[in-house]
């Protein structure tokens, strides 16, 4: 087994779940900032957002294979479609999750919107909004497996060569990675979201 490919591989794997989870917190936050602003839009956006989540992942690298193409853009998108639910979610949910009571003393002291945002709901929402960054992280470690499929590079590429022929070493050699990274991650993650919460009590919520 040539590990240097192993390596590669991991790379590849690693490269296609952040990019899809980028775009999901590139969009994603905005998304859950606006809907603070304009509240009518959380049940029509949410509902889209739910819908895609129950879409399996098999059928949505197909379906979006139709438009991108047998390539890693295809898993990309498809770890993008998926990351939403999470992120935007729990920032949503983050950013108003704030006292009421904060806020108004935060207007009453002369504060703007922005500061308010910035100072108040954000340093509120940050442990809420790397909840929902882990839990997409994880989930796109595992789609990104699955776009082996479609052509897709990364460590599924060494699990459904194992499997085709009969080589354990080699469907270990993507299988254990992929487990480790997303335990990686989860830990990591975990526990900066722990810190940030005491540190978040601790100052009141306002950097």
Not at 94 to 100: P, R, W
Not at 159 to 185: C, D, E, H, K
Request: aromatic content about 8%; charged content about 10%.
């Amino acid at each position: 087994m040539n590990w240097s490919n192993v390596l590669s591989a991991a790379l590849t794997h690693l490269e296609i779940s952040f990019l899809g989870v980028l775009a999901g917190c590139v969009v994603g936050l905005p998304l859950a900032a606006l809907l603070v602003r304009l509240p009518k839009l959380q049940k029509p956006l949410f509902a889209v957002v739910d819908a895609l989540q129950t879409v399996p992942t098999l059928a949505m690298l197909t379906f979006v294979m139709l438009i991108f193409g047998l390539n890693d853009s295809t898993v990309i998108v498809t770890i993008f479609l998926y990351s939403l639910f999470p992120i935007l979610r729990n920032a949503y949910v983050g950013l108003t999750s704030v006292d009421a009571g904060t806020i108004r003393a935060g207007r009453g002291i002369g504060m703007t919107s922005l500061q308010i945002f910035t100072m108040v709901r954000f340093p509120v929402a940050v442990p809420m909004i790397l909840t929902g960054i882990r839990l997409a992280i994880v989930s796109a470690l595992g789609v990104t497996a699955t776009g082996v499929f479609i052509g897709a590079g990364g460590l599924g590429m060494l699990i459904w060569r194992g499997i085709q022929t009969r080589n354990t070493l080699m469907m270990l050699s993507g299988a254990i990675p992929v487990s480790l990274l997303a335990v990686l991650f989860e830990y990591a993650i975990g526990h900066l979201e722990k810190k940030l919460t005491k540190q978040s009590t601790h100052t009141g919520g306002v950097l």
